[in-house]
């Protein structure tokens, strides 16, 4: 693993919503990948995906965040991101995006840099061959798995593997695990009555389990669950898989 580690030139896609929102989770990625023997660079000309456009109706508008994504990305082994939701966006949309643009160079690019874009638990269980990352975490948890991570990039149970991993944790199912939360970006915004519906739902399941933390691949999809919870009065900690997997011994609270 560690020559694997060492020999890559790896990114980290922070996305933009994490980074004006919840700045712990890229830094809990560089955490994890730093302690398995990765050398994660940050491009500081990065910005938005251009998911919130394409999703809205704009694709066209969107074409000069994908040129710039690529412009950013391209020449890295991997480019590591904390949310399902951007990666799929990147390896599902932007190809779309620039055909709708009419750039073949563009295109080009893009199809060159797309493969290289892993959400994080991919990029573990993958790239790096590990589902051990050295974590510990003491406390009852359950896993929601998002549904860009789960229907468009199919990761599987591979998050479900790196915390079962993880030393000290207790794992419990979530009920209706799939189903969806609700959010859905603008979803949540044009049908906020259905989406609170079926926000309610899943906090119920996660009631349901008696855990103390509820966990997910996506900051986006864990506040909406969570600002639900927070309503309700409810003391379940909200935290991105990155940030259990990044914990040990020594800030384990």
Known sequence: ??????????????TCFNDTM????????????????????????QTCCGQMLTNTGYARRAAPLVEHFVDVFEGYDAV??????????????HPMITRLAGDPDLESRV?????????LSEFLVDVLGVTDVGAYFPH??????????????????????????VRGIELVELP?????????????????DVSVAMGQDKADHVLETGAEVLVTGDNSCLAHIGGILGRRGSTVRRLHLAEVLAST???VA
């Not at 580690?5 to 896609?13: E, M, P, T, W």
């Open 80 to 93: 590591i991101a904390p949310s399902g939701s951007c990666v799929g966006s990147v390896r599902e949309q």
């Open 111 to 119: 199809e060159a840099v797309r493969p290289t874009v892993f959400e």
């Open 1 to 14: 693993m560690s020559a694997v580690a060492a020999d890559l030139r790896v990114a980290l896609f922070a």
């Open 22 to 45: 919840w700045p712990g989770t890229p830094k809990a990625v560089v955490r994890l990948l730093e302690r398995l023997g990765v050398r994660v660079e940050f491009p500081m000309a």
């Open 140 to 165: 009852r948890v359950t896993y929601h798995p998002t549904c860009h991570s789960l229907r468009m990039l199919r990761v599987g149970d591979r998050p479900l593997q790196l915390l079962r991993a």
């Open 176 to 192: 209706g695990a799939e189903e969806c939360c609700g959010f859905g970006g603008t979803f949540a915004l044009k049908n906020a």
């Open 249 to 251: 011994e020594g800030d």
